[in-house]
């Protein structure tokens, strides 16, 4: 199995990483069945060296009904049949691993899929049973328990409680889910269940898995006790406790679970690593990033930035301060698999607003699509140079925008159909990359795609942008390579323009400035070598909508 020496010991390699994220299904297909596999991502490692990443972050690649694009688990130890085999998984870890990157895999604890063995037994099982017991299961109110047991919302809307039909035939229990009803949550007051995901982590380290990331990390334990049951319609941080003791999120004691899932990372070497996807108040991310625990947390700051070097200033300032007081280092995530591709967000003017954007935009959106790329490839560089680890998403690299063209019946999101008032689909951002432009399927496979592909998607196809020189590609592979080269100590220094609001410009202690224009007339630059400018310069000067890289 999969244990390079070259690789090993250096336990820091997160800090400073950028890490790329693969959705599986969306990648590359091998086989020609419309779904991406292991085998199609273990051809793409040549495209993932060159574009210079250090590691690959793949979104669930496991057992899956895909009732929410395999964040619904029914077999944390195993592979989608459909995605691939053990076998090939250890290959494409050996395949990483030979070319210097590393592996991340998602890891699902709040909930399993219903299709999952321990879910299924609990079907099967009687009220009050240990099955039963594994994930969280309770009597209706009313006369027959026939109205729910709480007003809770599911994250994806409407109801957070299912009811089952009992193995006698007659209407049961219901049973709480967080997100879909086909992702029942687990009980983490289970001992079975905190014994079981030991191993599950445990298997993945073994095979030589390099971290995790690690899927809504502040839902798992939940207030239950004396009969108590959380009830909320909204999920929204701003409406969450910032102490520990919300009844739902962000509880103290989920801690101890990180504790004990850290001290089997500590037994490999280098440490494995982790990182929280937690949507929590920012005063209380660190503790997911302590060493102690999953040792980083992503910041989901940048997000809500908009297009504002004020803000971006303070947003960075402060989540670098709290890495730094911590001991971690910070994340910086600008797209993923959950939210509408950066370079369409930097397309439109104005606070964004995902939910009433896309039910707007739907069927004709109105992108500046010039101006979202110009802006999207400025603040990609822009966090490229500060310091921390740097998550980028598939397609991103290619300046994808957001797919829009996806028809109701071929939608695959949950949300789409769970919550239809809001109307928002995560499709758009995960359909299959275009590696060929003259392609049928844009070169994913030889069997069509599982989300359709826009006719736009050849202009942006890998071939293409691989023969250009000017191409995001190209300024991707160039930008990851050259800091790479600029690594430094982590720190920074910013540097004030008097004379205007809209330059944002920082120090890195080997004299590497990076400076951003957000307003709207071009810019002198600072004395010394131009290492990079994601748009050329005007008379030497750095025009609107760009970041430049200098060598003082
Ligand atoms: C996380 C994932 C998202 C998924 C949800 C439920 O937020 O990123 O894709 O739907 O958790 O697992
Ligand atoms: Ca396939």
Request: with cysteine.
């Amino acid at each position: 199995m999969s244990e390079f020496t070259f690789l090993a010991g250096d336990a820091h390699w997160w800090r400073q990483a950028v890490i790329y994220q693969i959705y599986p299904r969306s990648f590359a297909d091998s086989n020609g069945d419309g779904i991406g596999d292991l085998k199609g991502i273990i051809s793409r490692v040549p495209y993932l060296k060159q574009l210079g990443v250090d590691a690959v972050w793949m979104s669930p690649f496991y057992p899956s009904a895909l009732a929410d694009g395999g964040y619904d688990v029914d077999d944390y130890r195993d592979i989608d049949p459909r995605i691939g085999t053990l076998a090939e998984f250890d290959e494409l870890i050996d395949a990483l691993h030979a070319n210097g990157m590393r592996l991340i895999a998602d890891i699902v604890p709040n909930h399993s899929g219903s299709g999952h063995k321990w879910f299924q037994e609990a079907l099967k099982a009687a009220p009050g049973s240990p099955e039963r017991d594994r994930y969280i299961f309770r009597d209706g109110k009313g006369e027959n328990g026939e109205i729910r047991p709480s007003e809770l919302a599911s994250h994806f809307g409407p109801t957070a409680w299912t009811r089952i039909t009992e193995p006698d035939g007659t209407p049961g229990q219901w049973y709480m889910h967080l997100f879909a009803s086909e992702q029942p949550d687990w009980n983490w007051d289970n001992e079975e269940v905190r014994a079981d995901f030991r191993k599950t982590v445990k298997f993945w380290c073994d095979r030589g898995v390099d971290g995790f990331r690690v899927d809504v990390a502040h839902a798992l334990v939940k207030d239950l006790s004396n009969g108590h049951l959380p009830e909320r319609q909204s999920y929204d941080v701003s409406v969450m406790k910032n102490d520990g003791t919300d009844d739902l999120f962000d509880r103290d004691e989920v801690h101890k679970i990180y504790a004990s899932w850290r001290e089997i990372f500590n037994e490999y070497n280098p440490p494995r690593m982790a990182v929280a996807e937690a949507w929590v108040h920012s005063n209380r991310l660190p503790a997911y990033a302590s060493e102690k625990g999953l040792g980083q947390s992503f910041s989901f700051d940048m997000l809500g930035a908009g297009w504002d070097a004020q803000r971006v200033h303070e947003l960075a300032a402060n989540a670098l301060q709290r890495a730094k007081d911590n001991g971690s280092s910070n994340t910086w995530v600008l797209s993923n698999h959950d939210i509408i591709r950066h370079a369409t967000r930097f397309g439109v003017d104005g606070q964004f607003d995902a939910g009433k954007w896309f039910k707007a935009n739907r069927f004709n959106p109105k992108v500046n699509v010039k101006q979202g790329l110009e802006r999207a490839t400025a603040m990609t560089a822009l966090l490229l140079a500060l310091p921390g680890s740097t998550y980028l998403y598939q397609g991103e690299e290619l300046g994808l925008q957001e797919a829009m063209e996806i028809p109701d019946e071929l939608m695959q999101d949950p949300q789409f159909f769970r919550n239809p008032d809001l109307g928002l689909s995560r499709d758009g951002c995960r359909v299959p990359l275009p590696w060929v432009a003259n392609h049928k399927w844009f070169g994913f496979g030889e069997g069509g795609s599982h989300l359709p592909q826009p006719e736009w998607y050849k202009n942006y196809a890998v071939d293409v942008e691989d023969a250009d020189p000017n191409s995001t590609l190209n300024l991707y592979r160039k930008a990851i390579g050259l800091r790479k080269g600029l690594e430094t100590a982590e720190e920074l220094t910013w540097i004030k323009h008097w004379f205007s609001k809209t330059i944002l410009h920082f120090k890195r202690p080997n004299g590497w400035h990076s400076i951003t224009n957000f307003g709207t007339k071009p810019v002198k630059l600072p004395k010394g070598r131009v290492l990079l400018s994601t748009l050329p310069l005007v008379g030497g000067k750095l025009p609107a909508n760009a970041t430049a890289w200098v060598q003082a």
